[in-house]
């Protein structure tokens, strides 16, 4: 029997340790993450979240029914129908978000995602994504209602294609910050409720009947400015210019509300 000599067994100690790296595989990157957890939440969220979704769609119906009644036409009408079309986005991506998020903690939820090979950011973006994408229908729903309800022009609704999405993303991160950060699942549902009584309020009410005071609290929602770059467009001449400036407010608050919840899934992952 051969007797392996003493020196070579140092070298051959690195070149397993290699092996053994490589063997459990490179980070997963954050778009191919993002993807896969966007689809594992829209499959799961499916049948579950559909009727709560036309929950928030004749919720909005209703509003705007009962509106009808006060308001006429004009600047309010607009208000009210933009309003109530962002606030299904605020139910589903707000609302059903935090209560996720919050059950998702309260339950060990995030271990199962903290022992998997993908960033946080695509966690949090791919549930946030999940979740505002159920808003489509029920908003479009809405605001086709809402027009024909009042007698508001159709010409300019494409512009929900950049409201949806950027009230969503701003809602969302909100939302899921809310839930990670709340000690408790029912401290949770009750942010997200009040959250979404707050885009109720604040966003379907015209504004103009509004204290001052209330007004600035209006401007510190995110949604409101999705209500307001939609209501614009209701105009026969909107001002693109003012719309833009909205959706970019939007697109801000959205980048900085899941920078927060990204930050608060690391911190409450490691707990």
Partial sequence: MSVVPAEVLPDRAP???ERGAAALGPRARLWPSLVAVYRAQLSRARVARIPLLFVATFQSIGIMILMR???DGGGEAQAVVAGSAVLVVAF????????????LRASGGLDHYATLPVPPAAVVLGAAGAYASFTVPGTV???V???LLFGLPMTHLWVLVAVIPLAGAALAGLGAALG???PRPELATLLGQ??????LLLGVL???RMPEAVRLARDLLPSTYGVEAFARTFGPRPDWAFVLGDLAVCAAVGVISLAVATWAYRRAAVR
């Fill in 69 to 71: 009644g006060v308001v």
């Fill in 92 to 103: 589903v991506a707000l609302n059903l978000l935090a209560q996720y998020f919050g059950q």
């Fill in 206 to 208: 015209p504004a103009e």
């Fill in 141 to 143: 729903v809405t605001a």
């Fill in 15 to 17: 070149a397993a340790e």
């Fill in 145 to 147: 209602f809402g027009c």
């Fill in 194 to 199: 009040l959250g979404m009584s707050a885009a």
């Fill in 180 to 182: 990670l950060l709340a």
